[in-house]
């Protein structure tokens, strides 16, 4: 096969069916693709979630990860926080002319590592090749099916004055990682993306109770924007604690060159989670012992009164408007 | 972060905190003249914990928010002009001209590229020899010195593709402006921090001298700010007006000589238009002659079209002191982060969206 | 305004160094402090070192602040 992708690839003919075949089908490897109909048929029963998301990050390789791991990851853990168990997945790629085929093969083996994980498939796919400049290397959306346990009601409206707010490990890593990669930044860092499926951690904690009323993942935006979210769907007010905050020094760092608030960075692979207060701790200690888990904090509670509104109490005990993210976030010199 | 964090240590805080609120007894209204400060301040909601004695008010310290729309218009011109690649802090990029915004302009095909430091915007002109690289110097006395090693750099390797548009500004000048416009009252101002490290803090010795107003050079973290506050405060009760350095960890009488040299090796003063006060003279900076080479001004032919200033903006009055941003009628009303009218809500410290993002309906 | 942020410098190339902000590092110019040395905490803006901080200050500024908060405590 040529050493990179050309438009032909992309038309349907000979190229384009041996792309699909070596280079998805082969390593995805799977049944329901394999058979690489136009649809794929499977049986699914009960309650569904279904989710789609395009993913345009750039650069697409970054530390911790790539464009591959991201789209799966994203739609996994967006199915994830409807508290559905991952099931099947569709990939499509716009590529860009040119476009190395050994990256391409990079990128479809993190897609395969990371459904191996989440024990989701891909069954269905599409590739379309785009003049070059049309596209920045490459783009993928997808789509996502999950299964929702009947009785199941997980929603950004259910929070209720009392709860807790949990959150599951350190914030900004996924943002800063990338961010240290792209021209016009440059800094070294040991800081990898945190992108990760999370769906296991979510079985375990539904395991766990059954109070558990809100699940986010605070992705593009931050943690920020994600409490305000849910803040303005449930109409509720939320109180979080700086001092509680987990925050990894090296993001830290980056933030205060930068001119960034940490609770603005993006994340992959950190969930909120607002919990019935009696169960809290037994969600929390849940969540303590999974892999993303480990580093999982109390971080805040539900209150009465200010509805939509999130405050901080900051390091100095006084409290703060915690705004959404308005805007790009972009670095600044003063 | 050495030398960072422990700045932020909330017991700490409690210890200066008690200590202004036992000795404030007068009323008295501090102005943190630097955006930075500002910033500090709603951040960690230091107005909150301050006695009600104590009435903060913010000043034009933010470089982006006094850089006039004339001076933009004249980046936005440049970034038009074919074979141009405008490089720029960040700050920037969202601030609306009488037209168009650097990102406006970017979107529309011209190449305006964002950079963390003049050195990235000297390898842009590097590794670009047919395209000639303006970078768009805002900033006061902290950057003006970077810029100016930049111009040395670029002339070390003689570069004949990179030019410096200098709409630098200068501190002392515009605060003896503010005082003599009787607009604002102070009992006390909060020196900005690293203008001052490079400057030093005897600059601010005739604002004590012929103003009599205590002045006192602050950090920017949380703890150095409420620490140059009791400074302050202790002037106040004991009557006295002098010039004093609370952030002594990067402060000096004397500044540090080898930027200050740097600066005046490539700049020289002259007069500059500030939004919301006019021109005031000699408080900016732009290129000497032996450096005229490096100069936008005179390498391009700019044609920046007439100037426009957005209708019931407020900026300036607010920057001035004499209004806040909750007194604008446009505030969250047609001008938002997202969408801003004036530089003050763009700019990530300027009073406006310090407001909006930490201080709306908190009524102080 | 000016956001600038302590570094330690840990090598030092003709004007150039690398630098320790708390776990990120980056290369920065020493043109307008030309006397820094490896080991010394620089103050870092827009990727030149514009001052060398004094450590000892630093310290006693804290130490003044424990103080405070020591007086404040035992008042409670």
């Known amino acids: 096969m040529a050493d990179r992708i050309l438009l032909a690839h992309g038309s349907g003919g000979k190229l384009a069916h041996d792309l699909v075949q070596e280079m998805f089908v082969d390593v995805l490897g799977n049944p329901i693709l394999a058979k690489l109909d136009d649809a794929a048929v499977f049986t699914a029963s009960g309650r569904l979630a279904f989710t789609t998301d395009s993913y345009v990050v750039t650069p697409i390789f970054f530390p911790g990860g790539d464009i591959g791991k991201l789209a799966v990851c994203g739609t996994v853990n967006d199915l994830a926080m409807s508290g559905a168990r991952p099931l099947y997945l569709s990939l499509s790629f716009i590529i860009e002319e040119g476009f190395p085929q050994k990256d391409l093969e990079k990128i479809v083996n993190s897609v395969k590592e990371a459904t191996d994980e989440a024990g989701a498939m891909i069954v269905t796919g599409d590739t379309k090749v785009v003049d070059q400049g049309s596209v920045d290397k490459l783009y993928i959306n997808t789509a996502g099916v999950g299964a929702v346990a009947p009785g199941l009601n ?111 960075v993006a994340n992959e692979g950190k969930l909120v989670a607002v919990v019935a207060a009696p169960d809290a701790e037994r969600v929390l200690n849940t969540m303590r012992k999974t892999r993303y888990g480990k580093e999982a904090v109390i971080l805040g509670e539900v209150v009465e009164g200010d509805s939509g509104r999130v405050v901080m109490k900051t390091h100095l005990g006084a409290t703060r408007i915690v705004d959404m993210l308005v805007g790009d976030l972009l670095p600044r010199i003063c | 972060m050495k030398f960072l964090s422990e700045f932020r240590d909330g017991r700490l805080a409690k210890g200066v905190v008690s200590q202004i609120h036992r000795r404030s007894e007068t009323p008295a209204r501090f102005m943190e003249f630097c955006g930075g400060h500002t910033v500090t301040i709603f951040r960690y909601g230091i107005r909150q ?316 | 305004m000016c956001l600038a942020i302590p570094a330690l410098i840990k090598s030092i190339e003709n004007e150039e160094a690398d630098v320790d902000m708390g776990g990120i590092t980056r290369r920065i110019s020493l043109r307008l402090t030309p006397q820094a040395k490896v080991g010394d905490y620089v103050i870092v803006h827009t990727g030149y070192a514009i001052n060398i901080l004094d450590q000892h200050e630093a310290r006693e500024t804290l130490k003044l602040f424990d103080q405070l908060a020591k007086a404040a405590e035992e008042e409670r």
């Open chain 2, 49 to 364: 914990i301050l006695p009600a004695t104590i009435e903060m008010l913010s000043g034009p310290g933010c470089p982006v928010c006094v850089t006039a729309n004339a001076d933009l218009d004249k980046a936005i011109a440049l970034a038009q002009t074919p074979g141009v690649i405008v490089t720029t802090f960040g700050d920037m990029l969202k601030v609306p001209g009488s037209d168009l915004s650097l990102q406006e302009v970017k979107a529309e095909g011209a190449d305006v590229r964002m950079v963390y430091s003049t050195m990235d915007a000297v390898h842009i002109a590097e590794e670009n020899p047919s395209k000639r690289v303006v970078f768009l110097g805002i900033g006061f006395e902290t950057t003006a010195p970077t810029v100016a090693a930049s111009i040395l750099h670029a002339e070390e390797k003689h570069l004949k593709n990179y030019y410096v548009l200098s709409v630098h500004k200068l501190c002392p000048p515009v605060i003896k402006a503010l005082l003599d416009s009787g607009e604002v009252n102070l009992d006390g101002l909060i020196c900005p921090g690293h203008v001052s490290a490079v400057i030093g803090s005897r600059a601010w010795d005739f604002i004590a001298r012929d103003y009599a107003i205590p002045c006192v050079v602050s950090g920017f973290e949380p703890l150095d700010v409420l620490q140059c506050v009791d400074m302050l405060v202790t002037q106040v009760e004991e009557g006295n007006s002098k010039v004093e350095i609370a952030y002594r960890r990067g402060v000096r009488p004397e500044g540090f000589p080898e930027a200050l040299r740097l600066m005046h090796e490539v700049f020289e003063a002259c007069p500059a238009q500030w939004r919301g006060m006019g021109t005031i003279p000699d408080s900016g900076l732009k290129l000497r002659s032996t450096y005229q080479h490096f100069d936008a001004e005179y390498a391009f032919d700019i044609d920046p079209g007439p100037t426009r200033e957005p209708q019931g903006c407020i900026c300036g009055d607010i920057l001035r002191g004499v209004k806040t941003p909750l007194d604008c009628r446009l505030f969250d009303n047609g001008c938002t982060p997202e969408d801003p009218v004036g530089p003050c809500m763009v700019s990530s410290e300027g009073s406006c969206a310090t407001y909006y993002l930490y201080g709306r309906n908190s009524g102080r």
């Open chain 1, 154 to 264: 997980i929603s950004g409206s259910n929070a209720q004055p009392g709860d807790k707010v949990l959150l599951s490990g350190p914030i900004g890593d996924h943002g800063i990682a990338v961010m240290s990669k792209r021209e016009g930044f440059s800094f070294s860092t040991k800081l990898e993306s945190d992108c990760a499926p999370l769906n296991d951690m979510v079985a375990d904690m539904l395991a766990a109770s059954s109070n558990i009323h809100c699940l986010r993942d605070p992705t593009r935006g931050g943690l920020a924007t994600t409490l305000n979210e849910l803040a303005k769907q449930s109409e509720i007010k939320i109180i979080i604690e700086e001092e509680r905050l987990p925050v990894h020094d090296e993001v830290l760092a980056a933030c205060e060159m930068l001119g960034f608030d940490p609770l603005y």
